[in-house]
Nanobody, 120 residues
Framework: QVQLVESGGGLVQAGGSLRLSCAAS????????MGWYRQAPGKGRELVAV???????NYADSVKGRFTISRDNAKNTVYLQMNSLKPEDTAVYYC??????????????WGQGTQVTVST
């Protein structure tokens, strides 16, 4: 079993910054994928940014140039640096990871979510 623990959400004014963290722990042999998704009230969950084990990153068009995803493989932790925040970035942000265990089995896990609120 693997746990993803997120932190760093909160309330910030438009134009401000926040940094989210997501630490994975448990039965982990390798993590192939870590990423951030978000869900605003009344909307579906959408991809924000992802990073693959080889270092490749991908961003939603709406956050390109403002958000940066990074990963510390030694700590099994992924970060999301969010700058120039806008009210439309308000959402619950979820961490996701694709984990390979010691038997070579693949599983995907979600964190519990952290609220990000951007005020005008």
């Amino acid at each position: 079993q693997v746990q993803l623990v997120e932190s760093g959400g909160g309330l910030v004014q438009a134009g401000g910054s926040l940094r989210l963290s997501c630490a994975a722990s448990g039965s982990i042999f390798r993590i192939n994928f870590m990423g951030w998704y978000r869900q605003a009230p009344g909307k579906g969950r959408e991809l924000v940014a992802v990073t693959l084990s080889g270092g490749t990153t991908n961003y939603a068009d709406s956050v390109k140039g403002r958000f940066t995803i990074s990963r510390d493989n030694a700590k099994n932790t992924v970060y999301l640096q969010m700058n120039s925040l806008k009210p439309e970035d308000t959402a619950v942000y979820y961490c996701k990871a694709y984990v390979v265990d010691s038997y070579g089995r693949n599983y995907d896990y979600w964190g519990q979510g952290t609220q990000v609120t951007v005020s005008t």
